[in-house]
């Protein structure tokens, strides 16, 4: 049964939990980025993003002057348009959250800048206009210029939801337009598709807004032509006389999940960001067109990633050589690259995956990566983010061993490839659109977060009113509103972690079945109805797998959706050699004062004693233990006091 | 108090673990080297190594005629010198223990080859020789002049000692006094010092034969002169022009032991086999000189080695990313490097603190190298070699995880770079130096390896003959023969990992004295005194320091000096499943037709089963066991069978 998602506009969150996230990136992380874009950070590289805009507008517009120099070159990455791309996405989430005319105005002054640098022929890329708009669209497989696109593309129609205002949207249509004149089947045309994807996500929202068959089947085209032989990328690279990037790789062409057609793919592989970027689009058109082929793919790679390959904190991409997906049960928590965007890139498949066929299982990833592995990448004050989240760090090896040379043992204030913070932005500024899904006669709750709502079902408007503290308290509130009464089904997700739930409707029991995770309720809604849920929410100890080779032997600490890790800032160091044991003294406690307010847990596991002497090796099997309480906090919050170790997963 | 080793010359072995290994290398490994420095190994890429000679020598001699055209390039690696070299050396070993002939007439029209291919001034590198030599000492950080001149001085040092003929040492005296033109303090020469150290300890053991303290001096110079400021390895760089190798690396020039002053080092850093060689040569030169500061850093790097970053195979330098040596207790086992060359550069460094001062700590080091990390890089017929030899194998992550990539889980046939099957056939081949060591009125046994041989102790002949069947059983006889009666000390080394010990002269019991680990019995020794001694050789479980992250909650089986691991062969595959327990039917037994002849130990472990469900993660700490009986081999002897996962840590 495929549903809708709810348009922002139409739902508010006022959530203990995610609220103060939320305000994070409005009042920290978009004003941050704007200074960011526009090189005025002080002691950080500059981006040089607002100024390659203005440096190619004046290129385009001889007679503007944006007080730069136009014979300056073009600064940062090839990539660096789409972080003015994603920064404006976030922006226009965020003021249909919270309008500010200021902000609406700047966003406004960007893109005007942004369409002066625009082509008469509708190409908009900076890279290209400043060094040489000869060589567009000739590296196809590393320059990002199709990524770029996707991505100005999905800020446009962000910016047009936002405000209703089209100046972008029409120039990104110019460029997709000029796009679609330049890439297809057709021999005059170029037969090749995104190094990096997006693009394909981007012209399926572009098609649902427009209705452009023109949209839809560029999009396809990307996705059907995506490692058909002859291989484009190789094609490409011979005509350049480049080397293939990769080629000495595992993965060779499957880094851009390029070497082969996306329908043979049934494993994810290759750079997960790109990976499931391309999943996304392909779980677009597969709604748009139902194709039964390219749904199996898309469940095939769900079901590897959900059972295979995913950490129990929702990051993805083990490998930070490629920051790639590896194999099945490889779960490395010290090495993992665990990429913030990678968790990201799977939340968008999540949601796609779940308006598709409305099951928990999406609901329950997408809620793992958002209470764990995605916010960790952000610090509490939302100044400092993390690129890679390790689920195990041993400070000194960070320092000084090579496997662990990408994990960063604090948050660093930016990156010079800034990708991280501003999906994280537009992520957490679009938190409404995940939280239900609409279909026929159905409303659907994938996420427990407290809101108002107002869902058409039937052409009727119901008002969806979520209550509680979730995910620090286990009782929830639902209660509908509406004009006249109205018969559909509800169904709300039975969170995978919740073995023993209880609901009542004005306060008596209430019938329901239990379908594909969800707890459906099939009658007629009058005003005022309301639903007491309560999931039953202990400590809980959780195994992985036992193929699961890092973890064997270990079990990770979780409570409702957000697992737990231990930190050297409460327990000391050598947690290495902490075991859990059996406890009996299990307790769970909010500490309003501690991280911006978190649950902790706390009992009382063993830690093998250190020994005071040189030999690295004795004969004895013994080993001497100490009772030692613990105390964990939720994994999100890791990092955001004295550096030290951490872990997630402790002996059993 | 300073002691001796034996010359080659006065020792036979006749031992039922090593005269196996020592015929490998007589039968398989020096002819099939033979055949790989001419060029004649079909479907292996060829060596040069001696192509390379014969046209130096064609352009030092145009009247000669080798049959190769002296027009063509240098072949192979700049240090594929070193490779002739060292197959020279293990030759000369072969030799004295086994006349052949054939092969000394072999080496001699080799030698003949070398030495037309001198230069007039002495100099003596194919790879400057025929590029250039005008360009000669101009890369010493990454060009392996000086490390292929310090192996040929020690090929040609082997080859007099092992034939008394002077035609190569002559030669490469000559090349010495070369070297030691253009290298010193007087300001017209260069003040450097060897990228890849080797040539300190070759000019140390050259002093030992001529006496001339030029020769002293200059192997003084290259240790005192490495690192001090101005470095030298800087300025070089940048009279070339040259980026510097490992700046952006955690060891910088430390990679090359060149940051600082050698007195100033006093923990292993960089390369494991660079800085092996060094410490050995500052070993030599500590003994020589007897200088405090030099023997104070010897002592503390070794200090380190042993207790904090010695894998219990012996193996050293822990990190594949420099091949290098990280920090404390950073021990990890399926990503260790661990190159047979850096055990064999280990097994140089404990032989010389063993002559410094007879500590039995030294012997344990030696032991554990050469019974485990060291001879783990050969295959059992003598034809396949290990670079890396790590403790822990899953196949699967070696073949798809880039942490992993280094590690091969098959013996390879020969090694573009083949720093280690040769350096493998020169220390079996001299064995025999490391058995006992002898010195004023005393005489120390290192190592219980069935042998005869003659030692002079204060001007008389002492037979000394080492019976036994060691490490498979673990009663030694040491009987002593002699003209008169003879007063001195006899010390043999108590084993580290002996916990209980029994010893007998002729029948009763002798009286002696623990000091450093060694027994001492001070005596009137008599022809035919016969010690009889008993280590006790149970099983035993090992445990790692606690810091020892990687083994924290793990035991290793070892019974005597052999390490023992878990194969797939035998046990099935998700060997990290497997837990020891506390097993109460440990067995031991020689299996004489298996892997050549070991002893293996079996008992029942547990295993956590395996589970067909998709659930990676569950709610539940409950593990679900099975007995599971276990087969452990000798270390040394894995990988002989179907390839497959390998463990020598398991969980308690």
Redesign the interface.
Known sequence: MKTDPISLKNITINDTFWTPFMERIRLSVIPYQWEALNDRIEGAAPSYCMRNFKIAAQLTHPELDYGVDNTLGHGGCMWQDSDTAKWIEAAAYSLIRHPDPELEKTVESAIEIICNAQQPDGYLNTFYIIKGLENRFTNLQDNHELYCFGHFLEAALAWYEATGKRTLLDAMIRYTDCVDRLFGPEKNKLQGYPGHEVAEMALAWLYRVTKDEKHLRLAQYFIDQRGQPPLYFEDEAKRSGRGMAWADS?FGLQYYQAGKPVREQFVPEGHAVRATYLYSGMADIARITGEKSLLDACNSIW?NI???Q?Y?TGAIG?????EAF??DY?L?ND?AYAETCAAIGLAFFAKRMASLVPKGQYGDVLERALYNGIISGMSLDGKAFFYVNPLEV?P??C?????YRHVKIERQKWFGCACCPPNLARILASLGSYIHTSGEKAVFTHLFISSEATINVDGRDIRLVITGKYPWESNISITFSMNEPAGFTYGFRIPG?C?NFSVKLNGNTVSFITKDGFALIDREWHNGDSLEIDFAMPV??????????EN??K??VTRGPIVYCLEQADNGD?L??I??G?PNDVQFRYEEDLLEGVTTISFTGKK????N???????????VYEDKPLRWIPYYAWANRTPGEMTVWV??
């Open positions: 595992y079901d959900a059972n295979r995913l129990i083990q490998s930070a050589y490629g590896t194999f490889d490395p090495t041993h000194e090896s320092l000084k061993a090579q496997p972690w073995d809980q100890f959780v195994s992985a797998h036992p193929r699961v080779r064997s032997g079990v990770a050598g290495y050699r075991y859990c059996q093998e004693k250190d020994r002497e040189d030999a690295l090796y004795r004969n004895s099997q013994e080993t002996k059993k």
